[in-house]
C-alpha cells in the first residue's frame, strides 16, 4: 500500500517543498505479524496458512495468488486456478 509522505525536504536552491508535493511516495511497511486488511486478503489468510501477511499484502490479483499457491503448495496451475476460482466466488483482490 501506498501513501504520500509528508516530511519536507531542501531542494538545491534551499527552497523547501514536501514529498508530496515533488510526487514521491513512500511504502507503509507491514510486519509480517500484522493482520492484512479484512475482506478477500483477511480470507486468504485463514485458507493458506503458508503465507506471511507481507506476502498477501504484496498479491497484486488473482492470477498471482494462483502462482503463489503454485509455489507454496506445489500445485499444477489447473488445480491452483480451481482453488482460486472457488474461493474468491468472482472477488477480485
Not at 32 to 52: C, H, L, T, V, Y
Amino acid at each position: 500500500m501506498l501513501q504520500p509522505f509528508a516530511a519536507s525536504v531542501e531542494n538545491v536552491r534551499g527552497g523547501r517543498f514536501t514529498c508530496l508535493e515533488l510526487g514521491v511516495f513512500r511504502r507503509l511497511d507491514m510486519s509480517d505479524n500484522a493482520r492484512p486488511e479484512s475482506g478477500m486478503r483477511r480470507d486468504i489468510e485463514q485458507k493458506w496458512g503458508k503465507f506471511s501477511a507481507r506476502e498477501i499484502a504484496a498479491l497484486k490479483d488473482n492470477d498471482d495468488l494462483v502462482m503463489q499457491i503454485q509455489t507454496k503448495y506445489q500445485l499444477d496451475k489447473t488445480q491452483a486456478q480451481r482453488d482460486v476460482a472457488e474461493f474468491a466466488q468472482g472477488r477480485q483482490l
